[in-house]
């Protein structure tokens, strides 16, 4: 019961947004041949802009807001864990010393596709194991109804600064975003088997988790 009311208490937080919108097409765009990007999720939440400044240490006070965001959102207690499990004991690099094209992050886990730029979001790509993949391909080959994703993509996007009615201070729109890829297989009925519902659910709930927990440590 509590892991449902959590659910629904996140999804009503953070509703979803227009992924046309609100990320780049370079997150929404597959980026191995021979697959598709079945759906994109982004979430975001209005934050003081004077909270999301004070996260930086202060030697990065001139960094732009577009990488003050994924430093704040990767140092989270959750992610930090998530690098200690992946990285087997050791959590990596974090982003503390910036992006760049090609870092590895959370333990290995992402691959830094796009640094982030004044104007321009972080991307970050992700890759399930093969033989994970191969797995799920035998079972739906054989009629399971569903299938394994073969990777995916994040972005971590800044909306306008400014103030809404009632508003008393500038606000900002900060954002989590996510892609998944899967194999495009040729005679496949509709529009290709994706994970189970339910499932995916979960994950979009984890993504709303973490955007939850890095917009209440600012």
């Known amino acids: 019961l509590y892991v449902r009311s959590r659910v629904l208490s996140l999804e009503r937080a953070y509703p979803p947004l227009p992924s046309e919108t609100t990320s ?18 982004a979430y975001g939440a209005r934050v003081p802009l004077s909270a999301l400044r004070r996260s930086a240490d202060r030697k990065d006070a001139q960094i732009p807001l ?6 704040a959102f990767l140092r989270t207690d959750t992610m930090k864990l998530e690098a200690k499990i ?101 005679g496949e009925a509709g529009e290709g088997k994706i994970i189970p519902q339910w499932v995916l659910r979960g994950h979009r709930a984890y993504a709303r988790l973490l955007l939850d927990e890095a917009v209440r440590g600012l």
């Open 24 to 41: 780049t097409p370079e997150l929404r765009t597959p980026t191995a041949p021979g697959t598709r990007t079945a759906y994109v999720d």
């Open 66 to 71: 577009e990488e003050l965001w994924p430093k």
């Open 86 to 186: 992946v990285g087997k004991g050791s959590q990596g690099d974090l982003g503390e010393q910036g992006f760049y094209p090609g870092q590895p992050l959370v333990g290995g886990a992402l691959q830094t596709r796009r640094p982030p730029a004044r104007g321009s979001p972080l991307l970050v790509s992700w890759d399930n194991p093969p033989y994970v993949v191969r797995f799920f391909e035998r079972l739906a080959a054989w009629g399971y109804p569903w299938r394994m994703m073969e990777g995916g993509r994040h972005e971590w996007s800044i909306g306008q600064v400014g103030r809404l009615p009632g508003e008393s201070e500038d606000m900002v729109e900060v954002r989590f975003s996510a892609a998944h890829d899967y194999k495009i297989i040729e």
